[in-house]
């Protein structure tokens, strides 16, 4: 769709509201075309807020790292069987 900047409006006739009057209130017809409107939620500051929040989050958690290196390093990590095998289902159905 192209739009023309260079078209008119045509002028409403004799209804006692200016052009601008009837293109500024919602759900009027200027021209024989609805002019569309549209409202934000006041829930989108807060979730704009918490999308910027999260995005300053790091993606690598260097003290959980840290941690896991260090027992590692010692020998003394232990995971059962059972333990890995529940982890690969819960991962698999989060991906489902």
Known sequence: M??????????LEDSGQ??????NAPGSVAGGRA??????????GRV?????????????????????AKVIAQGTYAVTPEQTAAALFSAMQSYA
Do not use: F, G, Y
């Open 35 to 44: 002019e569309d409107s549209a409202e934000l939620s006041s829930a989108q």
């Open 48 to 68: 704009s807020a918490l999308a910027t929040a999260a995005n300053q989050l790091p993606e690598i958690r260097q003290d959980k790292v840290a941690a896991l």
């Open 2 to 11: 192209r739009i023309d900047l260079n078209t008119r409006i045509p002028q």
């Open 18 to 23: 200016s052009a601008s009057t009837a293109r």
